[in-house]
């Protein structure tokens, strides 16, 4: 049997499949709430803080070197649980010393990925937090993975390196504008998204502020799906699939017209990764 589709169907199709994913998402949103509001939360900081030290101890590492705001973020990601969270950090200074040994990543070593420039950064939202955008139409399904996840760490820490004022806090956070305009089937790569998430989730504990998807279409929304089963409640209840009006003019206030690109309703002009230069993040070893 063969299916027929018109433009008028497919766009029903796409509104359908919308309307029914936000609805799922608000409703895992309200759990999350409910979840939330009954876990203990309320432990005393400083107390966690300093269990969380003696606790990262006992396990051969040291917290020396890292302050009160990078702990934190740790904290709150494991729900104020002192041993949860130093097993999470003592992984992640493992997984610093043997995937990223020089610090960040040079250019050098992701420049495949750079060459595509379907990554830009412009600048701070109205909250101070950095804007990275992805123009998912640029980016096609890579058979080097490594590279893929070396890019990951490299646009990452580069992006909250932007927000740096001289020195890092460690509580910064990063807003991310994923747009779908004009994807085709040959840019969809499910294995990069669950990528950038898992390493969100693992190793950029409490980095992610917000993120839009921006013109998603019919098409994406099982995608969405499947790799929405992999990100965890907190990191779903910060994405943001812009729908409606409201939607968008929601958007614009927080980032502001004066950071986003005209294309999506400000007064800025793009500006690619690697064309960003800071003082504070090399670009070579």
């Known amino acids: 049997m ?14 359908l499949h919308i309307t029914q ?40 590492s040291s917290p020396e070197n890292h302050g009160d705001q990078t702990l934190m973020r740790f904290l709150i990601a494991r729900s104020m649980d002192p041993e949860k969270a130093a ?3 003592v992984q992640w200074r493992k997984w610093r ?5 020089l610090g960040f990543i040079p250019d050098s070593e992701v420049p495949d990925e750079l060459g595509a420039k379907k990554i830009y950064l412009q600048g701070l939202s109205k909250n101070g937090n950095p804007v990275m955008i992805v123009k998912a139409c640029k980016h096609f399904p890579s058979r080097d993975h490594l590279q893929l996840k070396k890019f990951v760490v490299h646009l990452l820490d580069k992006t909250i390196a932007s927000s740096f004022k001289g020195q890092e806090i460690g509580n910064e956070k990063l807003i991310g504008i994923l747009d779908l305009q004009q994807i085709t089937i040959k840019n969809i790569d499910a294995r990069a998204l669950i990528t950038g998430f898992q390493f969100l989730q693992a190793y950029y504990p409490e980095r992610l502020a917000k993120l839009y998807i921006l013109s998603m279409p019919w098409f994406f929304v099982s995608v969405w799906r499947m790799v929405s089963r992999f990100l965890e409640k907190a990191t779903l209840e910060k994405v943001v699939i812009v729908t409606s009006e409201e939607d968008h003019e929601n ?16 007064q800025a002009k793009l500006v690619a990764l690697q064309d960003v230069r800071l003082e504070h993040f090399p670009t070579e070893n």
């Open 87 to 89: 097993k999470m950090f």
């Open 2 to 15: 063969t299916l027929h589709f018109t433009c008028s169907t497919a766009l029903n199709l796409s509104q």
């Open 97 to 101: 010393a043997e995937f990223v040994p």
């Open 251 to 266: 958007f614009l206030k927080e980032i502001g017209e004066d950071v986003l690109p005209e294309e999506y309703g400000g």
């Open 21 to 60: 994913l936000l609805k799922h998402l608000r409703a895992s949103k309200n759990s999350v709430s409910s979840f939330l509001f009954q876990r203990p939360m309320e432990k005393n900081p400083e107390i966690a803080l300093t269990q969380m030290r003696e606790s990262v101890r006992k396990l051969g």
